[in-house]
Structures are given as C-alpha cells and as structure tokens.
C-alpha cells in the first residue's frame, strides 16, 4: 500500500510541477489567456481525477465515481503523456540552474529589443499544447477501441508431438481483466467467440479479474462458461491476486471452474494421455518462477504430451530446461504499446512478449491478451489465439 501512495504522491507532484512550467512558458510564449485556462482546466481534471480513483481504490467503487472515458483519460495522462514531458522539463530546469551557477552571468538585452521569433513561440506554444490534446486524442481513439478484439489462427508445429494429437485445438485466451475497462458487450463477445472456436480445449493464462474481488462473480461466470470438447482450465496471474488472494483461490475452488493451483491433471484426447499443468504466481523474478515450474515437475507424467498453463512468459527457461514442449502464457500484453517493429514495450520488458518462440524441442506461445489494465493499446490488438497443432 505504501509503495501504491508513493507512486500517487509522485504523480500528484509531477502534475503539479507540469502545471506550473506549462503556465510559465504559456505566458513566456505569448500563448493566449484561453490557451492557459484550457490547460488549467485539462490540469484540474486529471488531479481531481487522480485523486477520485485513489478514493475509489479504498472504497472499491471507481466504476461509480468517475465516467469510463474520464478513468481512461487520467491513466493514460499519468502512465504515458506525463512522464514524457514531466522529465524533459525538469531536466531542464535543473540544467538552466546548474548553467547559471557555473557560467558567468550574461547581459540579456531589454525585451523591447529582443521579441521572441515567430518560429521560437510556434515552438514553445505546440510544446506546451501538445501534451493535453495527444492524451485526449488517446483517450478518444481508446472509446474507439474499446470492445474490439480479434481470433489469431497459428499452425504451430510441435517436434515430437505424438501423431494421434495433430490436429489438436486449443483456445488460448488470456487477461480478461474483469473491470472498469471491461463492458458488458465485450464480455459476452468473449465467451461466444470462444466457444466458437469449437476447440478440443479452452486454456485460460491467468488475470480473470483487473484487482477487486466484487469482479470474481463475473470471472467465474466467464470460467464456468467456456466450452472446450475435453475441458476448460485456467492458472491464476498477479492481478487475481491483489485484493485477498486467499478468497480468489477459496471461490475459484468451490466454483470448481477448472482453476488449477499447483496441479496437473492427465486427460484422455484423442486416445492419447496429455497433461495440464499450472503453477501458482511465482512472482517477476525469474528465481520465483523457475522455482514455481520446478515445484510442479514431480508431479510430470512422463507418458503424457504436457502443457505448462503460466501467466508470465518466463516460467518458458524452465520449462524449456524440463523440455516441457508447450508452454501457454499472457502478462506481457503484447507490451500494449508498439510504434514499429520491435520498437516498443513488449521487447523492452520481456524476453518472450507476443507469438510464437522456441528452444530446442520446446515451445512458447504467448497471448498480447484478451482485456487491458491499461486503456489504451497500438498495434498489439486484443485476441484470442485459436493453435491448432502440428505433428512436425
């Protein structure tokens, strides 16, 4: 909790910081009196919006205190935007202080003699307006987005997967995040284009719910609903975690949705034996979750094609150690946001972040996911993978 009010307190003081360079510069910049009350106004809504969502973090009611596009509004200004221009400023705020201790003063001439350049002002005025109309742009193009997902096919050919399981599907959905991100529409759209796929099984990589237990009805709603021809099995992820694990892994247990937790249960498929098993979170550490996979493998039948079900792609350098030979995560999110490429924070963050990997015999896949924490997402769209596997 501490570490959250920490987090809170330094957002508070960069908006406040932000606040009064932006003004600053307006007026240097000759930016007119409406251009700095529209920013004031932009200011005082992300503050008061801040600080409404960490009231209803304590009371568990954001969905009823603020509008969904004013919470995607203030994530997305103190996630992304803020950072981007709350550092830049203040670095060079402390450069300007530190040049003027060491360098003699200079005589400046009278402002009179000296107007600022028609380009200097155009500059200062998009530097300081910029910021607030990207994030509101963001902000509507996330109301756009917002129930859109899509159904990925991959052929994924597995070495040494036995002949009798080629051809074998699998709906790998991920990171619904139940919550103040998820509607109604979407959350009906996911279950019926799941169970579309008409898959021999439904694997669940984890965060069913955003953080708050009130959502857990609607998780084992959407568990208990899949429809996979030899079953529907789940692991749980951080986020299920946050809000008294104990009453997550109690409900989830009595609901009896097929949440694994430390098991692995041997199915029958197609006449051939194949074994599910999931770990519980093992924290971000790799040693965490190495030791999570580790904790799992006496329990490995070794006459079985085995899934690892884990919610964070790491748990793969154990499995792949194991020579488990598919392993099923999320997490990563694809990173949410990518410019081009691999320019982006799915590269920056994870060794395996989106797709298809491999190591010697053993195989990755890891779902962008099929919800958001986060409002907004570039080029790593929500999904659903559909595997249909291969005998390579």
């Known amino acids: 909790m501490w570490f959250v009010l920490s987090i809170i307190g330094l957002m508070l003081a960069a908006d406040a910081w932000w606040w009064w360079y932006a003004d600053r510069a307006a007026r240097k910049a000759e930016l007119s009196k409406r251009w700095r009350v529209a920013i004031g106004i932009f200011m005082s809504l992300t503050l008061i919006g801040l600080v409404l969502l960490l009231a209803a973090r304590i009371i568990r009611m954001e969905a009823m205190i603020m509008p969904e596009w004013a919470v995607k509004m203030v994530f997305i200004w103190h996630f992304l935007l803020l950072p981007l221009v709350f550092l830049p400023s203040l670095a060079g705020r402390i450069a300007s202080a530190v040049r003027r201790v060491i360098l003699p003063p200079r005589i400046e001439p009278l402002p009179e003699q000296a107007p600022i350049s028609s380009r200097r002002a155009f500059l200062a005025q998009a530097m300081i307006i910029a910021p607030p109309v990207v994030t509101l742009a963001m902000t509507g ?99 299920d975690l946050i809000d008294k694990p104990f009453i997550f892994e109690r ?24 074994q599910i098993m999931a770990p519980r979170w093992g924290g971000r550490t790799d040693d965490g979750l190495n030791k999570s996979v580790n904790r799992l493998l006496p329990l490995r039948d070794n006459n079985a094609f085995t899934i690892l079900l884990a919610h964070h792609p790491h748990c793969f350098d154990a499995a792949a150690n194991a ?68 005998h390579a």
Not at 165 to 177: E, F, N, Q, W
Not at 184 to 213: C, E, M, P, Y
Not at 254 to 259: H, L, N, P, T
């Open 141 to 239: 193009q996330a109301a756009i987005d917002r129930d859109d997902f899509r159904v990925r096919k991959i052929d994924l050919p597995i070495p040494n997967l036995p002949p009798a399981l080629d051809g074998l599907t699998i709906a790998h959905v991920a990171d619904p995040h139940i919550g103040s991100f998820m509607s109604d529409a979407k959350f009906k759209a996911i279950i019926q284009r799941t169970n579309d796929l008409d898959a021999d099984l439904v694997l669940h990589a984890g965060d069913l719910i955003n953080h708050s237990l009130k959502d857990l009805p609607d998780g084992i709603e959407m568990l208990r609903a899949f429809r996979g021809r030899y079953g529907a099995y789940s692991c749980q992820g951080n986020h």
């Open 323 to 390: 020579g488990i030979p598919l392993t099923l995560c999320g997490h990563t999110h694809g990173g949410q946001i990518r410019l081009f490429g691999d320019l982006g924070f799915g590269p920056l963050m994870y060794r395996y972040w989106s797709g298809a990997y491999r190591r010697n015999d053993s195989t990755i896949v890891v779902s962008n996911g099929i919800g958001n924490w986060f409002p907004l997402r570039l080029n790593v769209p929500c999904e659903i993978i559909h595997l249909t596997l291969r």
């Open 251 to 274: 409900d989830t247990r009595r609901a009896d949705v097929g949440m694994l937790l430390d098991a692995a249960p041997t199915l029958r498929i197609k006449g051939q034996n194949v």
